[in-house]
């Protein structure tokens, strides 16, 4: 038990990396500002489809919060959009790496 609870805490911090670190990224064309989102899993079975389609949608969330508004009403330009949906994917897939890393 005490084993599978040191792998979540090590996974979830590996998730607030790879978003922090996507954010970081792609802030240096926009600013020098950097935020990570800490996502919570405990309550998931990672073995399970269902598990891992809830992990993916807080994965997202994050990335959203992240990186900021995915539409263009939300971005406010098109080049803000851009910079937001180009971190957004980049810090997704980092941490669906990072994920499938430790899987």
């Not at 979830?12 to 240096?28: D, F, I």
């Not at 949608?57 to 406010?76: D, E, M, N, T």
């Amino acid at each position: 038990m005490k084993r599978h609870n040191i792998r979540k805490t090590v996974m979830a911090s590996l998730v607030c990396v790879a978003l922090g670190a996507s954010a970081m990224a792609n802030a240096k064309n926009i600013n020098l500002e950097t935020e990570t989102v800490e996502v919570s899993y405990s309550d998931l079975n990672l073995a399970t489809e269902q598990g891992l389609g809830s992990m993916h949608s807080r994965l997202k969330r994050a990335a959203s919060k992240v990186c900021g508004a995915q539409s263009l009403s939300g971005a406010g330009s098109l080049s803000q959009l851009s910079h937001n949906k180009s971190c957004y994917q980049e810090a997704l897939n980092d941490a669906l790496h990072q994920v499938k890393k430790v899987l």
